[in-house]
């Protein structure tokens, strides 16, 4: 019988949004050939977050989620029901469609690498066919020491593979797919804090004078870190609309912020006679830095693919590998910081920091304070 069963569209019950409630989402299943009917609900653990505004995000997802395997076939009679525990690429894709929900693009981005390169892996080992339950601590240990070994990975990238794969396994955990996260016991890797290294006045003229020559959209993609301070993965997501003219101001919005609050930046005479100096085309919607670092309505897709153009030259030039894209940012700071005599306040502003000891910790990195009550006692 084609349409044999029939269901109510799932939704979200969160009692005009009480998080001292417990939220479901709901929906009614009925079996036409029999007349049998269930009303069924599920949690999902979304009642454990406790902020309004993420449980609802978290919830409708879950909605969604409940809609899809509705929509392929599911039902609780077991007619038709598809596999409890299903493989190990059916759960990761499954998750994948939850989270894209709920997260920025940015995140999606890293979430879709991460888990490309993890079911790789698993297609390798012939593991496609394990379900989900079967993946456990050993596989896990296995697939971070090849990260580790084969990858190469620094610290950093380790980690963040890691919290990636944890997150979607805790998701998996909630729906009683797996008992318990088989990454869980995995420490992570310790990382080097501070290693800010600034160009010296020669090695920025090089640079420039390179870029100048053979790669000048790069050559503008440094100068906005340098004089505006401004992240890489934050200035590949900037619109033309973000530079405002008038005031000489660059918007950074809270999507496109590291620390998700909507922020701006001035923009100093060097860098206004730059913006001058690329001729924008009156496209506002247009990203500054697109594919190929070019204005247009594509985005740059991978950020490390700007870092490693970047760094080439670099190395072409005799520089060397502890210094990065990021030197322009430490190198505008050293130059500034003089420039300010000491205020600090106006530096940590430029800088978009949230609080003065921030600004203070960062400087000590680049030796630029000084303890004067040691200097004048010896």
Known sequence: MKNRFTYTTPILNHYELDTSRNWLVSFSFKDLLTGHEKRLQFRGGINRIKKKEERLIEGRALAKFWKLQLEAGWNPFGTDLPKLNPTIPEAFAAITE???????????????????????????????????????????????????????????????????????????????????????????????????????????????????????????????????????????????????????????????????RQESVVIPEGLKKIIKEMKLPKEPDWYIFGSGLKPGPTPYVNYNHISTRHNKVCRELGIGKEKGLYSWRHAGVCFLYPLLKGDMFALMRHLRHRDLSTTQIYLKSLGLTDNHAVRAAW
């Open 98 to 260: 939850l989270k894209s929900l709920s997260v920025g693009k940015r995140t999606k981005e890293s979430y879709k690498y991460a888990i490309k390169l993890f079911l790789a892996w698993i297609e390798e080992h012939r593991m496609n066919g394990l379900d989900i339950n079967q993946l456990d601590s050993t596989h896990a240990r296995h697939y971070m020491d090849y990260l580790t070994l084969t990858k190469k990975y620094s610290g950093r990238t380790f980690n963040d593979h890691l919290v990636i794969l944890s997150t979607y396994i805790n998701c998996m955990v909630d729906r009683d797919w797996v008992a318990k996260n088989p990454f869980r016991k995995i420490k992570k890797s310790k990382i080097d804090i501070g290693r800010n290294i600034a160009f010296s006045e020669d090695e920025k003229k090089a640079i420039i004078s390179h870029l100048k020559a053979s790669d000048i959209q790069m050559y503008y993609f440094t100068q906005f870190i340098y004089y505006a301070f401004i992240r890489r993965s934050e200035l590949a997501r900037l619109t033309i609309s973000n530079i405002d003219t008038k005031n000489w101001t660059i918007i950074v919005p809270s999507h496109v912020s590291k620390n998700r």
